[in-house]
T-cell receptor, first 114, second 116 residues
Framework: DAKTTQPNSMESNEEEPVHLPCNHSTISGTDYIHWYRQLPSQGPEYVIHGLTSNVNNRMASLAIAEDRKSSTLILHRATLRDAAVYYCILPPPALIQGAQKLVFGQGTRLTINP | NAGVTQTPKFQVLKTGQSMTLQCAQDMNHNSMYWYRQDPGMGLRLIYYSASEGTTDKGEVPNGYNVSRLNKREFSLRLESAAPSQTSVYFC???????????????FGEGSRLTVL
Protein backbone atom coordinates (compact mmCIF):
# COMPACT_ATOMS: atom_id res chain seq x y z
CA ASP A 1 0.00 0.00 0.00
CA ALA A 2 1.22 3.50 -0.74
CA LYS A 3 2.35 5.34 2.37
CA THR A 4 1.27 8.82 3.46
CA THR A 5 3.14 11.38 5.56
CA GLN A 6 1.35 14.08 7.52
CA PRO A 7 2.48 16.58 10.15
CA ASN A 8 1.69 15.40 13.67
CA SER A 9 -0.11 18.59 14.61
CA MET A 10 -1.25 21.96 13.28
CA GLU A 11 -2.88 24.96 14.82
CA SER A 12 -5.10 27.63 13.31
CA ASN A 13 -7.52 30.34 14.31
CA GLU A 14 -11.27 30.29 14.09
CA GLU A 15 -12.76 31.65 10.86
CA GLU A 16 -9.41 31.40 9.02
CA PRO A 17 -8.61 28.93 6.23
CA VAL A 18 -6.66 25.80 7.11
CA HIS A 19 -4.42 23.87 4.72
CA LEU A 20 -3.60 20.34 5.84
CA PRO A 21 -0.81 18.76 3.78
CA CYS A 22 -0.23 15.12 2.91
CA ASN A 23 2.71 13.60 1.05
CA HIS A 24 2.24 10.34 -0.84
CA SER A 25 5.26 10.08 -3.11
CA THR A 26 4.74 6.35 -3.83
CA ILE A 27 1.18 6.78 -5.03
CA SER A 28 0.19 4.68 -8.03
CA GLY A 29 -1.95 5.77 -10.93
CA THR A 30 -5.07 4.05 -9.60
CA ASP A 31 -4.80 5.15 -5.95
CA TYR A 32 -7.58 7.41 -4.76
CA ILE A 33 -6.77 9.93 -2.02
CA HIS A 34 -9.21 9.83 0.89
CA TRP A 35 -9.51 12.13 3.87
CA TYR A 36 -11.26 11.25 7.09
CA ARG A 37 -11.44 13.12 10.37
CA GLN A 38 -12.06 12.01 13.93
CA LEU A 39 -13.67 14.39 16.36
CA PRO A 40 -12.93 13.84 20.07
CA SER A 41 -14.55 10.68 21.47
CA GLN A 42 -16.18 9.82 18.13
CA GLY A 43 -15.58 7.43 15.28
CA PRO A 44 -13.89 8.72 12.13
CA GLU A 45 -16.05 10.37 9.51
CA TYR A 46 -15.50 10.70 5.79
CA VAL A 47 -14.48 14.15 4.56
CA ILE A 48 -13.61 13.95 0.88
CA HIS A 49 -11.78 11.89 -1.75
CA GLY A 50 -10.30 12.43 -5.20
CA LEU A 51 -8.15 10.89 -7.92
CA THR A 52 -6.61 13.60 -10.08
CA SER A 53 -8.75 16.71 -10.21
CA ASN A 54 -9.40 19.07 -7.34
CA VAL A 55 -12.62 18.25 -5.51
CA ASN A 56 -15.05 20.32 -3.47
CA ASN A 57 -17.90 19.39 -1.16
CA ARG A 58 -19.80 21.03 1.65
CA MET A 59 -17.15 20.12 4.21
CA ALA A 60 -13.86 20.88 2.46
CA SER A 61 -11.81 21.08 -0.73
CA LEU A 62 -9.11 18.70 -1.85
CA ALA A 63 -6.26 20.07 -3.91
CA ILE A 64 -4.17 17.40 -5.64
CA ALA A 65 -0.73 18.18 -7.02
CA GLU A 66 -0.24 17.67 -10.72
CA ASP A 67 2.20 14.80 -10.14
CA ARG A 68 -0.18 13.41 -7.45
CA LYS A 69 2.69 13.01 -4.99
CA SER A 70 1.02 15.33 -2.53
CA SER A 71 -2.40 16.73 -1.69
CA THR A 72 -3.87 19.37 0.58
CA LEU A 73 -7.14 19.33 2.45
CA ILE A 74 -8.54 22.85 2.68
CA LEU A 75 -11.02 23.96 5.29
CA HIS A 76 -12.12 27.33 3.98
CA ARG A 77 -13.28 28.84 7.25
CA ALA A 78 -12.38 26.83 10.32
CA THR A 79 -14.75 26.59 13.24
CA LEU A 80 -14.14 25.20 16.71
CA ARG A 81 -16.03 22.10 15.63
CA ASP A 82 -13.30 21.37 13.06
CA ALA A 83 -10.81 20.54 15.82
CA ALA A 84 -10.07 16.89 15.13
CA VAL A 85 -7.48 14.41 13.93
CA TYR A 86 -7.36 14.40 10.12
CA TYR A 87 -6.28 11.27 8.29
CA CYS A 88 -4.99 11.15 4.72
CA ILE A 89 -5.40 7.63 3.35
CA LEU A 90 -4.68 5.84 0.10
CA PRO A 91 -6.76 2.67 0.12
CA PRO A 92 -5.71 -0.09 -2.23
CA PRO A 93 -8.05 -0.84 -5.12
CA ALA A 94 -10.95 -3.03 -4.10
CA LEU A 95 -10.61 -6.49 -5.53
CA ILE A 96 -13.49 -8.55 -6.78
CA GLN A 97 -13.18 -10.96 -3.85
CA GLY A 98 -11.67 -8.49 -1.45
CA ALA A 99 -12.75 -5.37 0.34
CA GLN A 100 -11.63 -1.83 0.64
CA LYS A 101 -9.21 -1.78 3.56
CA LEU A 102 -8.45 1.60 4.99
CA VAL A 103 -5.18 1.82 6.90
CA PHE A 104 -5.19 4.74 9.32
CA GLY A 105 -1.89 6.28 10.34
CA GLN A 106 -1.39 8.83 13.12
CA GLY A 107 -2.96 11.70 11.20
CA THR A 108 -2.69 15.42 11.93
CA ARG A 109 -4.18 16.76 15.13
CA LEU A 110 -5.75 20.13 14.26
CA THR A 111 -6.28 22.65 17.05
CA ILE A 112 -8.53 25.65 16.41
CA ASN A 113 -8.02 28.71 18.57
CA PRO A 114 -11.05 30.94 19.35
CA ASN B 1 -31.22 6.96 10.29
CA ALA B 2 -29.28 4.81 12.76
CA GLY B 3 -26.27 4.12 10.49
CA VAL B 4 -23.78 1.87 12.30
CA THR B 5 -24.79 0.83 15.81
CA GLN B 6 -22.38 -0.75 18.28
CA THR B 7 -23.18 -2.40 21.60
CA PRO B 8 -22.14 -2.16 24.32
CA LYS B 9 -20.67 1.34 24.45
CA PHE B 10 -18.66 0.59 27.59
CA GLN B 11 -17.49 -2.69 29.13
CA VAL B 12 -15.09 -3.69 31.89
CA LEU B 13 -13.77 -7.24 31.89
CA LYS B 14 -11.41 -9.24 34.04
CA THR B 15 -8.49 -11.04 32.43
CA GLY B 16 -9.65 -14.33 30.96
CA GLN B 17 -13.29 -13.40 30.58
CA SER B 18 -14.97 -13.54 27.21
CA MET B 19 -17.34 -11.15 25.52
CA THR B 20 -18.82 -10.25 22.16
CA LEU B 21 -19.06 -6.78 20.65
CA GLN B 22 -22.09 -6.41 18.42
CA CYS B 23 -22.32 -4.26 15.31
CA ALA B 24 -25.29 -3.66 13.03
CA GLN B 25 -25.77 -1.38 10.03
CA ASP B 26 -28.99 -0.40 8.30
CA MET B 27 -27.53 1.00 5.06
CA ASN B 28 -27.58 -2.25 3.06
CA HIS B 29 -23.77 -2.22 2.93
CA ASN B 30 -21.96 -5.38 1.92
CA SER B 31 -18.57 -4.80 3.57
CA MET B 32 -18.03 -4.49 7.31
CA TYR B 33 -14.92 -3.92 9.44
CA TRP B 34 -13.63 -3.99 13.00
CA TYR B 35 -10.87 -1.57 14.07
CA ARG B 36 -9.23 -0.90 17.40
CA GLN B 37 -7.74 2.38 18.55
CA ASP B 38 -5.31 2.59 21.45
CA PRO B 39 -4.77 5.93 23.22
CA GLY B 40 -2.99 8.46 21.02
CA MET B 41 -2.78 6.01 18.13
CA GLY B 42 -4.37 5.61 14.75
CA LEU B 43 -6.87 2.87 13.95
CA ARG B 44 -5.70 -0.66 13.28
CA LEU B 45 -7.78 -3.15 11.32
CA ILE B 46 -8.62 -6.35 13.23
CA TYR B 47 -10.92 -8.23 10.82
CA TYR B 48 -13.12 -7.41 7.90
CA SER B 49 -15.90 -9.00 5.93
CA ALA B 50 -16.05 -8.19 2.23
CA SER B 51 -19.53 -9.65 1.90
CA GLU B 52 -21.98 -11.85 3.73
CA GLY B 53 -20.39 -15.23 4.33
CA THR B 54 -16.75 -14.12 4.11
CA THR B 55 -14.30 -12.85 6.73
CA ASP B 56 -10.60 -12.05 6.55
CA LYS B 57 -7.84 -11.06 8.94
CA GLY B 58 -6.57 -7.50 9.13
CA GLU B 59 -3.40 -6.16 10.76
CA VAL B 60 -4.01 -7.33 14.35
CA PRO B 61 -6.32 -10.38 14.40
CA ASN B 62 -4.69 -12.36 17.22
CA GLY B 63 -6.98 -12.87 20.22
CA TYR B 64 -10.15 -12.12 18.27
CA ASN B 65 -12.78 -13.99 16.30
CA VAL B 66 -15.55 -12.59 14.14
CA SER B 67 -18.87 -13.71 12.78
CA ARG B 68 -20.77 -12.18 9.88
CA LEU B 69 -24.17 -13.22 11.09
CA ASN B 70 -26.07 -11.78 8.10
CA LYS B 71 -25.74 -8.79 5.82
CA ARG B 72 -26.56 -6.37 8.65
CA GLU B 73 -24.54 -7.76 11.55
CA PHE B 74 -20.84 -8.34 12.20
CA SER B 75 -19.73 -9.35 15.69
CA LEU B 76 -16.28 -9.38 17.31
CA ARG B 77 -15.53 -11.90 20.04
CA LEU B 78 -12.78 -11.91 22.64
CA GLU B 79 -12.50 -15.49 23.88
CA SER B 80 -10.06 -14.81 26.72
CA ALA B 81 -9.58 -11.11 27.31
CA ALA B 82 -6.13 -9.73 28.10
CA PRO B 83 -5.12 -6.27 29.40
CA SER B 84 -3.44 -5.62 26.01
CA GLN B 85 -6.92 -5.66 24.49
CA THR B 86 -7.95 -2.58 26.44
CA SER B 87 -8.90 -0.22 23.65
CA VAL B 88 -11.70 1.54 21.84
CA TYR B 89 -13.26 -0.67 19.18
CA PHE B 90 -14.90 0.76 16.09
CA CYS B 91 -17.13 -1.02 13.65
CA UNK B 92 -17.48 0.34 10.12
CA UNK B 93 -19.31 -0.49 6.93
CA UNK B 94 -19.32 0.47 3.27
CA UNK B 95 -20.76 -0.45 -0.08
CA UNK B 96 -17.83 -1.95 -1.89
CA UNK B 97 -17.61 -0.71 -5.46
CA UNK B 98 -16.15 -3.40 -7.64
CA UNK B 99 -12.74 -2.45 -9.08
CA UNK B 100 -12.97 1.03 -7.62
CA UNK B 101 -11.99 2.13 -4.16
CA UNK B 102 -14.35 5.04 -3.89
CA UNK B 103 -16.63 3.73 -1.20
CA UNK B 104 -17.13 5.92 1.84
CA UNK B 105 -16.60 4.14 5.15
CA UNK B 106 -19.21 4.77 7.85
CA PHE B 107 -18.16 4.28 11.48
CA GLY B 108 -20.02 3.55 14.67
CA GLU B 109 -19.49 5.58 17.83
CA GLY B 110 -17.13 3.04 19.35
CA SER B 111 -17.08 0.57 22.23
CA ARG B 112 -14.69 1.32 25.08
CA LEU B 113 -13.32 -1.88 26.56
CA THR B 114 -11.18 -2.09 29.69
CA VAL B 115 -9.57 -5.38 30.69
CA LEU B 116 -8.32 -5.51 34.26
Amino acid sequence: DAKTTQPNSMESNEEEPVHLPCNHSTISGTDYIHWYRQLPSQGPEYVIHGLTSNVNNRMASLAIAEDRKSSTLILHRATLRDAAVYYCILPPPALIQGAQKLVFGQGTRLTINP
Amino acid sequence: NAGVTQTPKFQVLKTGQSMTLQCAQDMNHNSMYWYRQDPGMGLRLIYYSASEGTTDKGEVPNGYNVSRLNKREFSLRLESAAPSQTSVYFCASTYRALRLNTGELFFGEGSRLTVL
